[in-house]
């Protein structure tokens, strides 16, 4: 747990995490720092991914209870091994990407109303600029 949380503050802050559902420790100590940087105000972009095949492992009702105490807190519970999760996410292609003007046009006409630009820079800049 110790050397989580240390990675959780001194690594990027984008950093995806993926552990095992009976790994309650590791569950618990991103909720809290979760709530440690929202308590001071401090952005988080990390996000936890916990994984465990369906029928064979549970995640307790005590932290299924505390994440949803835990609002806003980046966590997805997935029914798959963590092998099978991160494969999924290694073998995942963007359908969009900078460098495709056409589709890149078309999606800013069609979302363009609905989006408040000014609010979306100010959430994505990190702490460097």
């Known amino acids: 747990?110790?050397?989580?949380?240390?990675?959780?503050?001194?690594k990027p802050s984008r950093t995806l995490y993926i552990?095992?559902?009976?790994r309650d420790d590791l569950i618990l100590?991103?909720?809290?720092?979760?709530?440690?940087?929202?308590?001071?105000?401090?952005?988080?972009?990390?996000?936890?991914?916990i994984c465990g095949r369906?029928?064979?492992y549970e995640l307790s009702d005590e932290i299924q209870d505390m994440m949803k105490g835990a609002e806003g807190a980046p966590m997805?519970?997935?029914?798959l091994s963590t092998h099978d999760a991160m494969t999924k996410i290694?073998?995942?292609t963007p359908k969009l990407n900078i460098d495709d003007t056409n589709?890149?046009?078309?999606?800013?006409?069609?979302?363009?109303?609905?989006l408040d630009f000014d609010e979306l820079l100010?959430?994505?800049?990190?702490?460097?600029?």
């Open 19 to 22: 552990c095992h559902v009976t």
């Open 29 to 49: 100590g991103f909720m809290g720092e979760f709530q440690r940087r929202k308590a001071k105000g401090e952005s988080f972009e990390a996000a936890l991914i």
């Open 54 to 56: 369906k029928q064979k």
């Open 1 to 10: 747990l110790t050397r989580f949380l240390e990675n959780l503050r001194l």
């Open 90 to 92: 290694s073998n995942y």
């Open 76 to 79: 997805m519970v997935v029914g």
């Open 103 to 114: 589709r890149v046009s078309v999606a800013v006409k069609h979302y363009e109303q609905y």
């Open 122 to 129: 100010k959430r994505t800049r990190t702490s460097t600029e």
